[in-house]
């Protein structure tokens, strides 16, 4: 499957089915919570959410008090969706529509240098700290 594939499949998932009406929904996305507050060290931490949609672990951790947020996912129209449901408060977070296995890390202009990183990376069920990430963004984050 391409990535102009994946992406199409992911934007169909979410524009014809409702949040309930997908598998992986989760009103209250406490086990990911947990983890990210047992190695976030603190409320400033850079928290990426990979594959995040419409998911609302970005909600949870706003009212949390986390501000530096992220949530990178394939279909326009899920972060769409989060968007509208979080409003304004979603004003802090950076959404990014983009397949994660090509997406690059922020990089200064002049020197290149990497200039977030993260130390947490979410994908649906699976959490971890950044550190071990195995996909392409999370690689890039815990290579100095």
């Known amino acids: 499957m391409t990535a102009s594939d994946r992406q199409l499949h992911w934007q169909t998932v979410y524009l ?19 983890l ?9 931490a850079s928290i990426i959410d990979i594959g995040g949609g ?4 970005v909600d949870a ?3 949390r008090g986390f501000h530096d947020l992220t949530v990178l996912d394939l279909s326009e129209a899920a972060l769409a969706s989060a968007r509208k449901r979080i409003g304004a ?4 977070v950076l959404w990014v529509a983009d397949d994660a296995t090509v997406w ?3 990089r200064a202009s002049t020197s290149g240098t990497i200039v977030r990183r993260f130390i947490f990376w979410s994908r649906r069920t699976i959490a971890r700290p950044i550190s ?3 996909i392409a963004a999370s690689r890039q984050a815990a290579t100095p």
């Open 16 to 34: 014809t089915k409702g949040e309930q009406q997908v598998s992986w929904s989760q009103a209250d996305p406490q086990p990911s919570l947990r």
């Open 54 to 57: 419409a998911s609302r672990l």
């Open 36 to 44: 990210i507050e047992s190695v976030a060290p603190g409320r400033d």
């Open 61 to 63: 951790l706003l009212m």
């Open 132 to 134: 071990t990430g195995c």
């Open 104 to 106: 690059q890390l922020p």
């Open 89 to 92: 408060t979603g004003d802090a």
